[in-house]
């Protein structure tokens, strides 16, 4: 199955040495639903903004990808103001959508050109596909994340409980409607394919426990931790992993060495990724400078229910040997913790940590 539509991407990227394309200077937006099936805005306002400058490798590599596209071109908003004013543009760097019937799509995801692509790809599809028994296999890995149906013949209630999931989850995800598995159930499949994982709802019979489970299984393995989102894993009660990464392909290096050590404890250690200006203090704690970068000393384990905080202290490679290693060491009472992110009545801490 393929999907042909026109494309047309408008990119506000302030290049380093200020070039950019004006191309669509001239349109205003009232055209832009008309101008094409769809059109992409992408603006930045000061060419100073790091988030727009570290766009640019990852603009040019989307183009490269998506070559067949002709119509994909960067805008400077600092150039012309009143057509991002037009457009309503409040914050920068901008990725959006605008369909030939009025919808607008904005991605708000990781600025990576992969990420960018499978997220047009989704949007210019409809909301959920249909597959034949001979279309399954390919279909549970057109994404990195797959949903699939396979619903009994009579079960009206889950096709519209799974379209409905669809459209609330186009722009992230894919999800396919596929023939069943039997004659008298229905099931819904999903296929993390970042981290090689199957995983079967086991509720299908309400919205919440269906939005639920496409939640938990598009939650990655090894996430990248925020401020925005660290509630969320440090609500969990397990040791936080923390690996200080600078640039993305050191974060996905790591996630390959690591996956299934982190799937191996999985049940007691979350390990996450962040960056060092996020998380400053821990940073500092293991050896780090936030100007630099860091290939040994970036790893830190911290016990949220005790307070204790262990730095990886080795001058090796960190790889998934030895990542094991610090953990047992920390698990026996080889370690000390070095630091603490809270007192508990001074209670000695004792080494269950994992």
Same mark, same amino acid.
């Given at each position: 199955m393929k999907f042909i539509c026109h494309l047309k991407i408008l990119s506000g990227i302030q290049t380093k040495n200020e070039a950019f394309i004006p191309l669509v200077a001239s349109i205003h937006k009232e055209d832009l639903p008309h101008s094409t099936s769809l059109t992409i805005e992408h603006a930045v306002v000061l060419p100073s903004q790091n988030t727009s400058i570290d766009?640019?490798?990852q603009w040019q590599a989307l183009k490269e990808a998506e070559k067949n596209e002709p119509n994909i071109v960067n805008f400077d908003c600092q150039a012309h103001p009143e057509f991002c004013k =037009?457009?309503?543009v409040t914050t920068f760097p901008s990725i959006r959508v605008y369909h030939r019937d009025g919808r607008l799509n904005e991605y708000r995801g990781e600025k990576?050109?992969?990420d960018i692509a499978m997220?047009?790809?989704r949007v210019l599809r409809p909301a959920y596909l249909e597959a034949n028994e001979q279309l399954v296999d390919p279909f549970s890995l057109i994404d990195d994340v797959v949903f699939m149906m396979h619903p009994h013949p009579d079960d009206w209630d889950l096709y519209d409980r799974?379209?409905?999931?669809a459209k609330k989850y186009? =722009?992230?995800h894919t999800f396919v409607i596929a023939p069943p598995f039997s004659k008298s159930t229905s099931a819904v499949v999903c296929y993390n394919n970042l981290d090689d994982a199957r995983h079967v709802a086991e509720d299908l019979t309400t919205d919440e426990g269906l939005d639920l489970f496409v939640q938990r299984c598009a939650e990655p393995l090894i996430p990248e931790l925020t401020k925005h989102n660290e509630a969320r894993y440090i609500s969990s009660g397990k040791n936080i992993l923390y690996y200080f990464a600078t640039t993305e392909a050191e974060k996905e290096a790591y996630r390959e060495r690591v996956r299934p050590l982190a799937k191996k404890y999985a049940e007691s250690v979350q390990f996450v990724i962040t960056k060092a200006n996020e998380y400053s203090r821990k940073f500092s704690i293991v050896g780090g400078q936030e100007s630099g970068s860091t290939t040994h000393g970036s790893l830190l384990l911290e016990n949220h229910s005790s307070g204790n905080i262990y730095p990886f202290e080795g001058s090796q490679e960190i790889t998934a040997d030895v990542i094991e290693g610090f953990l047992i060491n920390i698990s026996s009472g080889k370690l000390e913790p070095s630091a603490k992110t809270d007192t508990r009545g001074g209670e000695e801490a004792s080494?269950?940590?994992?």
């Open positions: 766009l640019e490798t =037009e457009l309503d990576r050109a992969r997220f047009l790809h799974f379209m409905d999931i186009q =722009e992230h080494h269950d940590e994992l």
